[in-house]
């Protein structure tokens, strides 16, 4: 572990190193090779390449790394007369924004020779106006379709005689039996409704179905037979007391759905009371897949819109659904929205538990304008293209960006125009030696308020 760590401390300093004489290498070659004076103050500038924004007027080392201050080279006139004719191109950027670093980017161009270029490895891409599609990758977790669980209870007071569903997991049928009950009262209650049903039957023979006294006793046997059904005894069973005219001993509770048992509270010979809960049955014809999105992509997830699933324990196999449900809050912990995706289970294949990787896609309506996402060098107060006005004339740019798929391209709201060429490599260098300018200028400004 320590020569692997020794290994990274050496990588990192080499890497930075080389980086510092990279920098020292294009501000040498970045046009003329001796020393640049500046045309109104006479006095040469030095700066440090691992850090632009020390400049002084007398060389030395720099007081952050110590690395030796190299000249540093200032805007030639010809190319100051350039920057002035570019300027009413950004008047209206500059307008919006009072920000002094902002402001005197737009006088900043960037000359750079065709061999240096070659060597740096700087490309450039054409902006252009493209309909996109985001591609959004989450995690989530399979769960149960919760409209499909269901909780089968106990509505009288008993014994488990004969217990059939033994263990958590088993699969059912509808109309399987669960549980046989053994209640005195329930026994009671049936031995009522018998006496009821023998008196109408006999009424009925004697007096005929029209009586009133017939009727009567049709509307008791009746109110007598929704008691049963209320204690769970199904009309075949109701049925079956009045055609052997002899009451029921066992109460088989059967089940009213398909699904899987996944949780059990009896056992065989337990004393159970009216209101338990007994089993908890869940259908997994059709699961849930919860996804967190984060709140970056929350803009361009919406009701419909389709999902991709892939599972890691099932390799290889990709399945569809939709999202059916956009909770109404974020998560407090996470700082993420729940979404629900609906998935067909036929074969049960998808479990309440597995984690799932998650695709989104969205859309954009219309065309819009892009540039590669590593064109835009973004330091968090402000985002930075360059463009390559021909002739190895570099012009760094202030944008506003838009949306983004997070990996190949990135939205410019404003800032470049469509079929300019945008660098999309080596614009760490640029951005160093634009801030370079930018402290040169400021500080000729000091010397000229200085003087006066």
Same mark, same amino acid.
């Given at each position: 572990?320590?020569?692997?760590?020794?290994? /990274?401390?050496?990588?990192?300093? &080499?890497? &930075?190193?080389?980086?510092?004489?990279?920098?020292?290498?294009?501000?040498?070659?970045?046009?003329?090779?001796?020393?640049?004076?500046? @045309?109104?103050?006479?006095?040469?500038?030095?700066?440090?390449?691992?850090?632009?924004?020390?400049?002084?007027?007398?060389?030395? !080392?720099?007081?952050?790394?110590?690395?030796?201050?190299?000249?540093?080279?200032?805007? %030639?006139?010809?190319?100051?007369?350039?920057?002035?004719?570019?300027?009413?191109?950004?008047?209206?950027? #500059?307008?919006?924004?009072?920000?002094?670093?902002?402001? %005197?980017?737009?006088?900043?161009?960037?000359?750079?020779?065709?061999?240096?270029?070659?060597?740096?490895?700087?490309?450039?891409?054409?902006?252009?106006?493209?309909?996109?599609?985001?591609?959004?990758?989450?995690?989530?977790?399979?769960?149960?379709?919760?409209? #499909?669980?269901?909780?089968? !209870?106990?509505?009288?007071?008993?014994?488990?005689?004969?217990? =059939?569903? /033994?263990?958590?997991?088993?699969?059912?049928?509808?109309?399987?039996?669960?549980?046989?009950?053994?209640?005195?009262?329930?026994?009671?209650?049936?031995?009522?409704?018998?006496?009821?049903? $023998?008196?109408?039957?006999?009424?009925? /023979?004697?007096?005929?179905?029209? *009586?009133?006294?017939?009727?009567?006793?049709?509307?008791?046997?009746?109110?007598?037979?929704?008691?049963?059904?209320?204690?769970?005894?199904?009309?075949?069973?109701?049925?079956?007391?009045?055609?052997?005219?002899?009451?029921?001993?066992?109460?088989?509770?059967?089940?009213?759905?398909?699904?899987?048992?996944?949780?059990?509270?009896?056992?065989?010979?337990?004393?159970?009371?009216?209101?338990?809960?007994?089993? /908890?049955?869940?259908?997994? %014809?059709?699961?849930?897949?919860?996804?967190?999105?984060?709140? $970056?992509?929350?803009?361009?997830?919406?009701?419909?819109?389709?999902?991709?699933?892939?599972?890691?324990?099932?390799?290889?196999?990709?399945?569809?659904?939709?999202?059916?449900?956009? =909770?109404?809050?974020? @998560?407090?912990?996470?700082? *993420?929205?729940?979404?629900?995706?609906?998935?067909?289970?036929?074969?049960?294949?998808?479990?309440?538990?597995?984690?799932? !990787?998650?695709?989104?896609?969205?859309?954009?309506?219309?065309?819009?304008?892009?540039?590669?996402?590593?064109?835009?060098?973004?330091?968090?107060?402000?985002?930075?293209?360059?463009?390559?006005?021909? !002739?190895?004339?570099?012009?760094?740019?202030?944008?506003?960006?838009?949306?983004? *798929?997070?990996?190949?391209?990135?939205?410019?709201?404003?800032?470049?125009?469509? #079929?300019?060429?945008?660098?999309?490599?080596?614009?760490?260098?640029?951005?160093?030696?634009?801030?370079?300018?930018?402290?040169?200028?400021? &500080?000729?400004?000091?010397?000229?308020?200085?003087?006066?």
């Amino acid at each position: 572990m320590k020569t692997n760590k020794i290994i /990274k401390y050496i990588l990192i300093i &080499l890497i &930075l190193t080389g980086l510092g004489y990279l920098s020292i290498y294009i501000y040498h070659y970045l046009g003329h090779k001796d020393n640049i004076i500046t @045309e109104k103050t006479g006095v040469q500038l030095w700066t440090c390449p691992m850090h632009p924004q020390i400049v002084q007027d007398k060389p030395g !080392n720099c007081p952050i790394c110590h690395m030796e201050l190299v000249p540093l080279k200032v805007q %030639s006139k010809d190319q100051e007369n350039n920057n002035k004719d570019l300027k009413n191109h950004k008047e209206h950027l #500059n307008h919006k924004n009072n920000n002094k670093s902002e402001t %005197s980017i737009s006088d900043i161009q960037i000359k750079i020779e065709p061999a240096i270029i070659q060597k740096i490895g700087l490309r450039t891409q054409p902006v252009i106006k493209k309909q996109v599609e985001r591609k959004i990758s989450l995690v989530g977790h399979i769960d149960y379709d919760e409209r #499909n669980i269901y909780i089968i !209870n106990s509505r009288i007071n008993g014994w488990v005689e004969k217990l =059939y569903a /033994k263990y958590e997991g088993k699969y059912v049928k509808k109309g399987e039996p669960l549980l046989a009950i053994y209640s005195p009262e329930l026994v009671s209650t049936q031995e009522e409704y018998l006496n009821l049903y $023998k008196q109408y039957i006999i009424a009925k /023979k004697t007096l005929g179905s029209s *009586d009133s006294t017939v009727k009567e006793l049709y509307k008791t046997l009746l109110s007598a037979r929704e008691r049963l059904k209320l204690w769970n005894i199904s009309e075949y069973q109701i049925k079956q007391i009045e055609k052997q005219l002899k009451a029921q001993r066992l109460l088989y509770l059967s089940s009213p759905y398909n699904g899987f048992i996944i949780e059990k509270h009896v056992f065989e010979g337990q004393r159970i009371k009216e209101g338990m809960d007994l089993f /908890k049955i869940a259908n997994l %014809s059709n699961v849930w897949v919860m996804a967190h999105i984060p709140e $970056k992509d929350i803009p361009f997830v919406y009701l419909g819109q389709k999902a991709k699933v892939e599972i890691t324990q099932i390799p290889g196999k990709t399945f569809t659904g939709k999202i059916t449900y956009i =909770y109404p809050y974020i @998560e407090s912990s996470t700082r *993420d929205l729940n979404v629900r995706i609906e998935i067909p289970n036929p074969k049960f294949e998808l479990k309440p538990g597995m984690y799932a !990787n998650i695709e989104l896609f969205y859309k954009v309506p219309e065309p819009i304008l892009i540039v590669p996402y590593s064109a835009v060098i973004q330091t968090g107060k402000r985002n930075i293209a360059f463009i390559h006005k021909g !002739n190895g004339i570099l012009e760094p740019r202030i944008v506003t960006t838009g949306i983004t *798929d997070g990996e190949n391209w990135i939205e410019i709201k404003e800032g470049i125009s469509e #079929n300019e060429a945008v660098v999309s490599s080596a614009q760490f260098l640029l951005d160093s030696e634009t801030r370079i300018q930018e402290a040169v200028q400021k &500080l000729k400004g000091g010397m000229m308020m200085h003087q006066h």
